[in-house]
C-alpha cells in the first residue's frame, strides 16, 4: 500500500490537473520531513516501476493521477472542460451540478466563459505569449533548482536533489506558475501543449535543452528563428545576420506571421533599409556602417549639408542652381483659396485667410484692399467704410415706427424704442408701472390708531359690564371689577415702559 504522503501527493496531483490551483504548503512540508527521515514510502517504488514499464513500452511516463494504467492527466483531465465541469459542480469533485446551472443565465455564463477561452479571444501574438510561457518555465526551474533542501545530511540531500529534478513533482511547481490566472492566452497554450512539455521534461532535455525552441519553434510551429518570418521561416531582407540592414524592422521577424517588408528607421529607406531616406544624405559609409544626415530643410535629396547641396527639392520649392527657391503660389494659379479669401505665401506653402467684413472679395487684408464694398459699407477712396443709416446715408428712411430710434452698428443698424418706451408684441409703447392693488379699510391705520381703537373697544365691554353690575347681579359685579383691574393694570404698564424709555433716552 501506498505511504500517507504518498496518497495526498496523488490527491494533490489530480486536483491541480482537474485545472484548479490549490495550495500547496502542507504538502510540501509533509514530502520534505518524510525525505528527511530518509524513508521512502511503498508507493514511490511502485510509480518507478510503472514508470520503467511505461518507458519500456514507449510511452511518455508522464504526471500520473495516482492510479495503476493511467497516463498524462495533465493532458487528459486539464483544460476548458474540465474548468467548465468544475464551475457547473459548484466545488472541485461533485458529480451533480447544483440547481443554479438549470437557469438560462447560467447558460449564458457559460457562453460567455467558452467565449474568453476560444482562440479568436486571444490578443496577444501567439510566438509572443509561447516566448513568455517559456521564460516563465525556466524561471521556474531556476526557483525548484534546490527548493525543499537546505541543509542537514549533504551526501542524503545529492541523492535526493538528483531524484527530485527531474521528478513530476517538480514539473507540477514550475506549471503552478507559468501562467497567472487572469491570462487565458497563456493558460490556453499551457493547455494546447502540455503532452509537449511531459514529454520534453521527461525525455527531451538532454538533446534539447533550449526549451523555448524546442517547444514554440519545433513542436508547436509558432516562432520562427531570428531574421526570419512566415510559415515558413523566410528569411528577412538583409539576412538573418543583420535584418533590413540594421537600420529597420522586419515585419514578422521571429514569428510565423509578417510580410517581411523593412520598416527603416527615420532618415534610412530603400527596401533593404540600405540607402538614406528622402530628405537626408550619407555622411559615412563603410562596409558595415551607413550614418544618413539630414539635409537642408528645402531639399528633397541632396548631397550635402549645405542649401546649395540640393539635387531635388521639396513640393512648394524650385531648384535653380543647385539651390531651391520658395515658390509663391498666391501668384500663380498654384492657390485655391475661396471667393472671400487671399491668399498669403509661405515658405514652400500658402494660406488663405478670410477678407474684411467690409469686402466682397479681396486682395489682401483690412477695408484697404477690397474688391467690392459690402452691403452696409460705402467707398471712401480705397477704403470700405461704415455707413451710418440713422444719419440719412441709406438710400429709404430707417426706423420709422412710432416711438423708436435708430442704433447704427458696423455695417448695419437696429431699431430701438424711445427712452420711457419699452416694446411690447413688435410695438414700443409706453413703460408704466403697474397699477397698485386697492387697499383695504385697515391698511393705513397707524400703531396709535390701534391702540385707540383697543382701548374704545374694551371701554365699551367695561362700559356694558358696569351696567350689568348695578343691577345687583354679583357675577358680572365680580367679572367687572376683573376688567377694571385687569385695564388698569394694562395702561399702568403701558405707561410705564414709556415713562422707563424715556428717562433712558434722557427725555
Not at 504526471?63 to 497516463?71: C, E, P, V, Y
Not at 534610412?268 to 550614418?291: I, K, M, Q, T, W
Not at 419699452?422 to 413703460?431: A, L, T, Y
Request: with cysteine; hydrophobic share 30%.
Amino acid at each position: 500500500m501506498a505511504s500517507d504522503w504518498q496518497r495526498e501527493r496523488t490527491r494533490m496531483m489530480s486536483r491541480h490537473t482537474a485545472g484548479c490551483h490549490w495550495p500547496r504548503g502542507g504538502l510540501d512540508h509533509r514530502i520534505a520531513d518524510h525525505r528527511a527521515e530518509g524513508g521512502r514510502g511503498e508507493g514511490e517504488e511502485e510509480e518507478e516501476e510503472e514508470r520503467k514499464e511505461e518507458e519500456a513500452a514507449g510511452g511518455t511516463g508522464g504526471l500520473r493521477s495516482g492510479a495503476r494504467g493511467r497516463r498524462g492527466p495533465l493532458a487528459r483531465k486539464a483544460g476548458r472542460w474540465s474548468f467548465l465541469r468544475w464551475i457547473a459542480a459548484g466545488r472541485g469533485g461533485m458529480e451533480t451540478p447544483v440547481p443554479w446551472m438549470k437557469t438560462p443565465l447560467s447558460l449564458l455564463f457559460l457562453l460567455f466563459i467558452l467565449w474568453i477561452l476560444s482562440p479568436s479571444s486571444s490578443q496577444q501574438e501567439p510566438c509572443q505569449t509561447c516566448r513568455s510561457l517559456a521564460n516563465n518555465f525556466i524561471k521556474g526551474l531556476e526557483r525548484t533548482q534546490r527548493e525543499n533542501f537546505g541543509g542537514g545530511n549533504t551526501a542524503w540531500e545529492e541523492e535526493k536533489l538528483a531524484k527530485y529534478a527531474n521528478s513530476e513533482t517538480r514539473l507540477l511547481e514550475v506549471l503552478e506558475g507559468v501562467c497567472s490566472k487572469s491570462d487565458f492566452a497563456c493558460n490556453q497554450l499551457l493547455e494546447r501543449s502540455e503532452e509537449h512539455v511531459e514529454r520534453w521534461w521527461f525525455h527531451e532535455q538532454q538533446q534539447h535543452p533550449d526549451f523555448f525552441q524546442w517547444l514554440c519553434m519545433d513542436a508547436l510551429r509558432l516562432c520562427c528563428p531570428p531574421g526570419t518570418y512566415g510559415p515558413d521561416c523566410h528569411t528577412c531582407p538583409g539576412g538573418v545576420q543583420k535584418p533590413c540592414s540594421g537600420y529597420g524592422q522586419c515585419d514578422g521577424d521571429g514569428t510565423r506571421g509578417g510580410t517581411g517588408l523593412c520598416m527603416c528607421q527615420t532618415g534610412y529607406g530603400g527596401p533593404f533599409c540600405s540607402e538614406c531616406g528622402d530628405g537626408y544624405y550619407e555622411a559615412a559609409r563603410n562596409d558595415s556602417h551607413l550614418v544618413c544626415a539630414e539635409c537642408y530643410r528645402a531639399c528633397g535629396r541632396c548631397s550635402g549639408p549645405e542649401d546649395s547641396s540640393c539635387l531635388r527639392c521639396k513640393r512648394g520649392w524650385m531648384l535653380h542652381d543647385r539651390r531651391c527657391i520658395d515658390i509663391d503660389e498666391c501668384g500663380t494659379d498654384m492657390a485655391h483659396c475661396r471667393a472671400n479669401q487671399f491668399c498669403i505665401n509661405t515658405e514652400g506653402s500658402y494660406e488663405c485667410r478670410d477678407c474684411a467684413k467690409a469686402c466682397i472679395g479681396c486682395m489682401g487684408a483690412g477695408p484697404s484692399r477690397c474688391k467690392k464694398c459690402n452691403k452696409g459699407y460705402r467707398r471712401d477712396g480705397v477704403k470700405c467704410l461704415d455707413m451710418d443709416e440713422c444719419a440719412g446715408e441709406a438710400e429709404e428712411p430707417v426706423c420709422n415706427g412710432a416711438n423708436e430710434a435708430c442704433e447704427n452698428t458696423d455695417g448695419g443698424y437696429r431699431c430701438i424704442c424711445a427712452e420711457g418706451y419699452v416694446r411690447k408684441e413688435g410695438i414700443c409703447e409706453e413703460d408704466k408701472p403697474p397699477d397698485a392693488p386697492e387697499k383695504g379699510f385697515f391698511d393705513d391705520i397707524t400703531d396709535d390708531e390701534v391702540v385707540v381703537l383697543q382701548q374704545m373697544f374694551f371701554g365699551a365691554i367695561i362700559c356694558a359690564l358696569a351696567t350689568l353690575a348695578a343691577k345687583g347681579d354679583m357675577v358680572f359685579t365680580a367679572i367687572f371689577i376683573g376688567a377694571v383691574a385687569a385695564m388698569a393694570g394694562y395702561w399702568l404698564s403701558e405707561r410705564s415702559d414709556r415713562v422707563l424709555d424715556g428717562f433712558i433716552k434722557g427725555r
